[in-house]
């Protein structure tokens, strides 16, 4: 069965404490990976697609990262605004449709 | 560029009444999507359409929901008669479609938050 698992379910941290979210997959044909944000109140928003492994992307303090297993999300001196939910998706290359995982809560506290 | 737009925000009803939702993609958008995210969850695909024609609703309860897109542009979801189960938030996202295939990336509007009571 096509699947995405992301952890940890939660995870606090004081501002500049860098850390790493994780996204594993298992799905039958990976087109690309996609990473959103989403904050309370909105709807996901964009961050990054990979295509391939070994592929890295950044964005401010955002890295993310990709194996042929999983990917993760790597965040360096976060800040207080960079408290959401993040949500790791698998695009599938038999109907371009996303399997999503859970997403992982952070929070940021100054 | 405007991105997508939903519409209300907020709906409450009683369980077994009807409730519709509006989604305007963004412009040129030629594939729309309608999610459903229970709280805690990822997004789950209900209806993808391309134009004005489905490519997917097999996550679709069609003993209660249905969904249209008339011209290629708007799109309404239905839930009719509403359970307490349906309570949930109702994503509309949209993509493009490039010549030779598609542009993945999907963005989401602000979604409809129902409450089924």
């Known amino acids: 069965e096509d699947q995405v698992t992301q952890s940890p379910e939660a995870l606090r941290l004081q501002e500049g404490e860098s850390s790493s979210l994780n996204c594993s997959y298992t799905v039958s044909g990976l087109r690309g990976l996609f990473w959103y944000r989403q904050d309370p109140g909105k709807g996901p928003e964009f961050l990054f697609t990979?295509?391939?492994?070994?592929e890295e992307k950044e964005k401010e303090r955002l890295k993310a990262t990709l194996t042929k297993k999983e990917s993760f999300l790597h965040i360096t001196a976060p800040k207080p605004e960079d408290s959401a939910t993040y949500l790791c998706?698998?695009?599938?290359?038999?109907?371009?449709?996303?399997?999503w995982g859970a997403g992982t809560k952070l929070i940021i506290k100054p | 560029e405007a991105g997508v737009a939903q519409s209300p925000r907020y709906k409450i009803i009683e369980k077994r009444q009807s409730v519709a939702f509006w989604c305007n993609p963004i412009s040129g958008h030629a594939t729309l999507y309608w999610y459903q995210q229970i709280l805690g969850q990822g997004p789950k695909l209900l209806i993808q359409f391309q134009n004005n024609g489905v490519v997917d609703d097999s996550q679709l309860p069609k003993d209660r929901f249905s969904a249209e897109r008339l011209k290629g542009v708007d799109s309404t979801l239905k839930i009719q008669p509403a359970k307490l189960e349906d309570s949930a938030v109702y994503l509309c996202?949209?993509?493009?479609?490039?010549?030779?295939?598609?542009?993945?990336?999907?963005?989401f509007g602000p979604g409809t938050r129902l409450l089924v009571l």
């Open positions: 996202a949209s993509s493009a479609r490039l010549a030779g295939g598609y542009e993945e990336t999907q963005y």
């Open positions: 998706a698998a695009l599938m290359d038999s109907n371009y449709q996303l399997i």
């Open positions: 990979l295509y391939s492994a070994g």
